[in-house]
T-cell receptor, first 114, second 114 residues
Framework: NAGVTQTPKFQVLKTGQSMTLQCAQDMNHNSMYWYRQDPGMGLRLIYYSASEGTTDKGEVPNGYNVSRLNKREFSLRLESAAPSQTSVYFC?????????????FGDGTRLSIL | AQKVTQAQTEISVVEKEDVTLDCVYETRDTTYYLFWYKQPPSGELVFLIR??????QNEISGRYSWNFQKSTSSFNFTITASQVVDSAVYFC???????????FGKGTRLSVIA
């Protein structure tokens, strides 16, 4: 019962470095999401992929890129990390984008940028 | 655009007290879905409940109950006889029929003191 798997769990970067966060789900879900969680801000959507081959911007896409590699995998890339991107990143998946089924979340990646 | 407000930032109760977490939402759609998620200190996000806009029946699951009132645009969550294990951040979330992914409130941190 893996569900949604995120790697790595922790990472420290220097300003300007690049990094890709990996996410894979084994529930045969069509839709996948990347969120960031900051203190007092709740979860904010960065990008999502409604289905394989599509991606769309969320609320806070600046500074990030995504790739829906296949139905299982959805990666998030920071091309030039900035201290403002220090956060906890969550990947999620759901059968479809609409609310008929809940989103299932990975355990998160804690990212610190110095 | 949809919006979720959780006005209570932090709540502290003594074990065995009842506690209600408030959630007020905004949407122009008549079809929408509401969710509650729990984030314990370990950091993962756990799905608790989903409710669609056409079902105003209250729901009870053990010590948890949910009160959905369309007239006040609220979807409140009550924990009866709280326990230390209930200590967590609780998020309310909304998705409407516009295929815009889930929008989260900022969360309520509940501390249950033994």
């Amino acid at each position: 019962n893996a569900g949604v798997t995120q790697t790595p769990k922790f990472q420290v970067l220097k300003t300007g470095q690049s990094m890709t966060l990996q996410c894979a789900q084994d529930m045969n879900h069509n839709s996948m999401y990347w969120y960031r969680q900051d203190p007092g801000m709740g979860l904010r959507l960065i990008y999502y992929s409604a289905s394989e081959g599509t991606t769309d911007k969320g609320e806070v896409p600046n500074g990030y890129n995504v790739s829906r590699l296949n139905k299982r995998e959805f990666s998030l890339r920071l091309e030039s990390a900035a201290p403002s991107q220090t956060s906890v990143y969550f990947c999620a998946s759901s059968e479809i984008v609409t609310g008929k089924q809940p989103q299932h979340f990975g355990d998160g990646t804690r990212l610190s940028i110095l | 655009a949809q919006k979720v407000t959780q006005a209570q930032t932090e709540i502290s109760v003594v074990e065995k007290e009842d506690v209600t977490l408030d959630c007020v939402y905004e949407t122009r759609d008549t079809t929408y879905y509401l969710f509650w998620y729990k984030q314990p200190p370990s950091g993962e996000l756990v799905f608790l409940i989903r409710r669609n806009s056409f079902d105003e029946q209250n729901e009870i699951s053990g010590r948890y109950s949910w009160n959905f009132q369309k007239s006040t645009s609220s979807f409140n969550f009550t924990i009866t006889a709280s326990q230390v294990v209930d200590s967590a951040v609780y998020f309310c979330a909304l998705i409407d029929s516009g295929n815009t992914p889930l929008v989260f409130g900022k969360g309520t941190r509940l501390s249950v003191i033994a």
